[in-house]
């Protein structure tokens, strides 16, 4: 059985568990890259899986004479910066990095779960705050349920809105720390069945991240 066949089986019998990767996600409203940054007080809003995106302008996404990258891979829940980031599975800390190129992830950790017999994937959380890295470690363990980060603030994240990225990744290879969270036009299908739909995951109905 292929990884992705085994992801699909687990997250076929998964009951939703209430819990909410940044707390408020299960009122979120629809939500884009490009819209006003999401103010204390005012609901989350989410979305983006699957979608072709024309914001990606940054030399990290168009590189001179190369296919440029537009594509999503994950879902970004927006919300104001301090927002707690939350893992909705038992996992120990793979690795984290401060991504800090313009138009990248900023601070990042990386989780791994096993949550079946046989079944090792990868969670990826980019745009938190830089406190959110101090003392972690490879090997850290987080409860399902247990806070991780924080959202970080524009200046932090690489210029963007602010927001969460979450991506699942069933084949990480030798990445430690970052991971493509976009692709290519033309590698859409190969890199969506790498990242599958996270809606699932997050208590969200399929498909609902967009795409």
């Not at 699909?8 to 629809?30: H, N, S, Y």
């Not at 990042?108 to 003392?135: M, N, V």
């Not at 927001?163 to 970052?178: E, K, N, T, V």
Request: glycine share 14%.
């Amino acid at each position: 059985m292929s990884k992705a066949d085994a992801y699909a089986a687990w997250i076929a019998k998964q009951r939703p568990t209430g819990i909410e990767v940044v707390p408020g996600l299960a009122a979120a409203l629809p939500g884009k890259l490009d819209a006003p940054d999401v103010r204390p007080g005012e609901p989350l809003r989410a979305g983006g899986y699957g979608e072709d995106r024309s914001v990606y302008t940054q030399a990290l996404f168009a590189p001179e004479g190369d296919e440029p990258r537009s594509v999503h891979l994950g879902i970004d829940v927006f919300g104001p910066p301090g927002a707690e980031v939350i893992t909705p599975l038992n996992a120990r800390v793979h690795s984290s990095r401060i991504n800090d190129q313009p138009g990248d992830y900023g601070p990042t950790i990386i989780l791994e779960h096993t949550p079946a017999p046989g079944l090792t994937f990868h969670t990826l959380y980019g745009h938190l705050s830089r406190d959110s890295l101090k003392g972690l470690k490879p090997g850290t363990a987080f409860m399902a349920g247990e806070k991780i980060g924080e959202l970080g603030t524009k200046r932090e994240n690489g210029g963007w809105s602010p927001h969460l990225h979450f991506q699942i990744i069933l084949d990480i290879g030798s990445a430690r720390g970052d991971y493509p969270g976009v692709c290519k036009r033309s590698e859409k299908e190969r890199w969506l069945a790498i990242s599958p739909d996270p809606a699932l995951l997050l208590g969200m109905k399929a498909g609902a991240g967009g795409g």
